[in-house]
């Protein structure tokens, strides 16, 4: 099984770190969204698209790479994100990126997320909230659930 994860993480790396994580266990490699070619995306059976909340919105730079790509079949895709607030229905990040994805014929299968630490505004002054967001019951989460999207895909136990 042949997985890549794509991830922008521009403020602490809290995205990254989660990226990494999932990799070690999809045997992936975490690349950034200028360094993807659209069309070598189809030797992929598994892709992850995962950012960092900025703005109430994931980075312009994932959403401009899923513009970019052509239209796949066969390819399952998740995605993931850190945030400084708690995630609330109303606030769906995953929905908007998940149609973007289903519209180029991806098979979106899940959607991981977890708090991050931020000091972005007003909360820089107070030292920030979430401070060692990730954690590690964080991270184990995100291992835990790339093991069941490489289940889900059928993939044999890769890396760790
Ligand atoms: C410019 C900026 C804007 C942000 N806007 C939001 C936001 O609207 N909602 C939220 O929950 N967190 C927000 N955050 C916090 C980040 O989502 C959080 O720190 C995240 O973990 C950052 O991931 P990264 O370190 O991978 O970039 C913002 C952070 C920055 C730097």
Not at 96 to 108: H, M, Q
Request: hydrophobic fraction near 40%; aromatic fraction near 8%.
């Amino acid at each position: 099984m042949k997985s890549l994860i794509v991830c922008v993480s521009t403020s602490h790396g809290n995205t990254r770190r989660v990226a990494e994580r999932m990799a070690e266990v999809l045997g992936a490699e975490v690349v950034e969204p200028e360094s993807v070619d659209p069309e070598a995306l189809r030797q992929y059976d598994l892709v992850g698209f995962g950012s960092g909340i900025y703005y109430m919105a994931v980075d312009d730079r994932l959403r401009k790479l899923i513009r970019r790509l052509p239209d796949v079949a066969d390819i399952r895709a998740f995605t993931f994100f850190t945030s400084g607030a708690r995630g609330i229905p109303l606030l769906n990040y995953h929905k908007p990126v998940r149609k973007r994805l289903e519209a180029k014929g991806f098979e979106v299968i899940g959607s991981f997320s977890c708090r991050g630490f931020d000091t972005v505004g007003p909360f820089g002054f107070i030292g920030g909230i979430n401070r060692g967001r990730p954690n590690d019951h964080d991270l184990d989460r995100a291992a835990a659930f790339a093991a069941h999207m490489r289940k889900r895909v059928g993939g044999s136990a890769a890396a760790s």
